[in-house]
């Protein structure tokens, strides 16, 4: 079956340096992945999409890699900043036939960023 | 604009007793889903509305759980009898020609 893992460890950095997560996926060919921001007590927010042929996408201070030889996506964070401190999930449409755009979830991985 | 709303925030209810959770996506979309989410983990896909379109119910956990959407906009999820491992946080999130999903606040709901 379809599985997505995320570190389910906290990530720890100090302000100002480059935070990298890691979503790896397996018995899964996915044409994109996406990446969520969540803060506690509220809905996962979008922050990047990146498709199948795309090795790299950018948005101000994040970046997102997509291997799909790996089958694994890396999100990274530069110069982070507290206010960064949120769970990171990261998504990928469902497989199998029909138009179904229902995302899968890894459970996330939590990150802290220390003043 | 107005984002994607969820009723009510919380919920606490008797083991047995049914609950209705209400989702109202943002006006123009034509897509809607329903995400489970426990203490600690990920989203778990329930059921996604598309259109006029049969749903895709393939996440729901039993039969005990069933949900519709009136009118292409506003639905209701419902479940019957509740148990305790029902409590969880209800998302649900609307998308329009997009993978790009919208997220409400969700709706925690406790089983006592």
């Known amino acids: 079956s379809q599985k997505i893992e995320q570190n389910s460890e906290a990530l720890n950095i100090q302000e100002g340096k480059t935070a990298t997560l890691t979503c790896n996926y397996t018995?899964?060919?996915?044409?994109?992945l996406q990446w969520y921001r969540q803060d506690p007590g509220r809905g996962p927010v979008f922050l990047l999409l990146?498709?199948?042929?795309?090795k790299e996408k950018r948005k101000e201070r994040l970046k997102v890699t997509f291997d799909t030889t790996l089958k694994q996506s890396l999100f990274h964070i530069t110069a982070s900043q507290p206010a960064d401190s949120a769970t990171y999930l990261c998504?990928?449409?469902?497989?199998?036939?029909?138009?179904?755009?229902?995302?899968?979830f890894g459970q996330g991985t939590t990150l802290q960023v220390k003043p | 604009g107005a984002g994607v709303s969820q009723s009510p925030s919380n919920k606490v209810t008797e083991k047995g007793k049914d609950v209705e959770l209400r989702c109202d996506p943002i006006?123009?979309?034509?897509?809607l889903y329903w995400y489970r989410q426990s203490l600690g983990q990920g989203l778990e896909f329930l059921i996604y509305?598309?259109?006029?379109?049969?749903?895709?119910k393939s996440g729901l956990p039993s039969d005990r759980f069933s949900a519709e959407r009136t009118g292409g906009s506003v639905s209701t999820l419902t479940i019957q009898r509740t148990q305790q491992e029902d409590s969880a946080v209800y998302l649900c999130?609307?998308?329009?020609?997009?993978?790009?999903?919208?997220f409400g606040p969700g709706t925690r709901l406790t089983v006592l």
């Open positions: 018995n899964y060919s996915p044409a994109y």
């Open positions: 999130a609307s998308s329009f020609m997009s993978p790009e999903q919208f």
């Open positions: 998504a990928l449409r469902a497989g199998g036939s029909g138009n179904t755009g229902k995302l899968i």
């Open positions: 509305f598309q259109g006029n379109s049969a749903p895709d």
């Open positions: 990146i498709r199948e042929n795309e």
């Open positions: 006006s123009g979309h034509t897509a």
